[in-house]
Structures are given as C-alpha cells and as structure tokens.
C-alpha cells in the first residue's frame, strides 16, 4: 500500500451506438434527464477525481449534454470496435491528466440505479482491503461498475473488441473484493427497458 492509495479517478464509458437499442442509449431520457447526464452528475457527487468520460457515436450532440460540467471529455474515434477501446481511451486520457492516481473506477451510463455512494463505496473498500479489484456484485456476477488498482492498468489498456472489463473480473477473481449491488444488475437494453422505468 502506497500514499497514491488515496486517488481514485473515474471512465465513464458513453461511446456505442447502442445497436440493440436502434439508437444512441446515452442520449435517451429517464427521470427527466439523459442517461449520459445523470451518469455524469452522479460521479460528480463522489469522491473520484477527475471523472473522465469517453464519448464515439454522436459525438457532438452528447458533448454538447454535459459540456457545461466540470468533467474531462474523450473522444474514442474507434468505438465500433467495441467497448476494449472506449476503457483504454478513457483511462489513456485519465493517466495523462493524473498520473498519480492509484485506482480506476469504470462505470456505464446505462446503469441509472447506480448513485454516488454506490461510487464511494468501491473505493472505500479498495482503501479498506487493499484489494487491486473491487467489483459490483449481482445477480450471481460480478460486474461495473468496478474498481481496479495500478498494477491493473496495462490490462485495462489491452483489452479489444467488446470485451469489457467482466472478462479481467473473472480472470483475477481470487484476488476480487465484491460489493452487493443489486442496483447494478438493471439495466437498459432496449426500449421497453427504458418504457418500463419511465411509466
């Protein structure tokens, strides 16, 4: 354990075109807000900083939701690659604006249950346990949003395609501290997801 313990940064992965969805899910709208905003204000209300978010499809249009917050935006040109490259130009930007951070937060904006002490609560356990990952857990899995220590970041950097970040989850899950967070396992895929909430 190190004093760079102390700084936890946060990657908002905001970049798909939702293909399942038919349209881009981040910009639809829940409780009166788009999901990509209310993601974003809910990681501004934690202790993680900076909060980085990674913006692909419609670019503009989602920078133009959220440039009013004091967030750090990049851009991932490749997110039809799948989900590998928005993590690794999320957290490529994160270490270049705070190369002393000690862990990474990664969450999704499809996730609206989640809420800042959802957040905060990752990374007290990572200053509690010394764990290098700290994972949701829900419906029998393991899941983001998720915290992962340095010694992680080089993996983070090499993952492709779509894999996300569960496949590294499961590869190291003897060394995975685990937080319950039934809030984590709705989520929303598809329209009648999203009509379902909204009634």
């Known amino acids: 354990m190190t004093e760079k313990t102390d700084k936890v940064g946060a990657v908002l992965l905001a970049a798909g075109g939702s293909s399942r969805m038919g349209q881009s899910k981040q910009l639809l709208g829940y409780e009166g ?6 993601a974003v204000e809910t990681l501004l209300a934690t202790a993680c900083s900076p909060v ?3 913006l692909g499809a419609e670019f503009e249009i989602a920078k133009n939701k959220i440039e009013d917050l004091p967030v750090e935006i990049a ?10 490259s928005s993590i690794k130009a999320g957290l490529e930007y994160l270490l270049q604006i705070a190369p002393d951070i000690s862990a990474v937060i990664i969450t999704l904006c499809d996730q609206p249950k989640i809420m800042a002490t959802h957040i905060d609560r990752l990374a007290e356990k990572f200053r509690e346990t010394g764990s290098d990952i700290v994972a949701a857990e829900y419906s029998g899995t393991l899941g983001v949003p998720a915290l992962f220590g340095e010694q992680y970041f080089a993996e983070l950097l090499n993952i492709e395609g779509d894999k996300g970040a569960r496949k590294l989850i499961r590869s190291a899950s003897a060394g995975v501290s ?12 598809t329209l009648e997801d999203l009509i379902s909430q909204n009634r």
Do not use: H, Y
């Open 33 to 38: 807000k788009t999901l990509l905003r209310r």
């Open 52 to 54: 980085v978010v990674v």
């Open 75 to 84: 851009r991932n040109e490749n997110w039809q690659t799948g989900m590998g």
């Open 178 to 189: 685990t937080l319950q967070m039934p809030e984590a396992a709705f989520d929303i895929d």
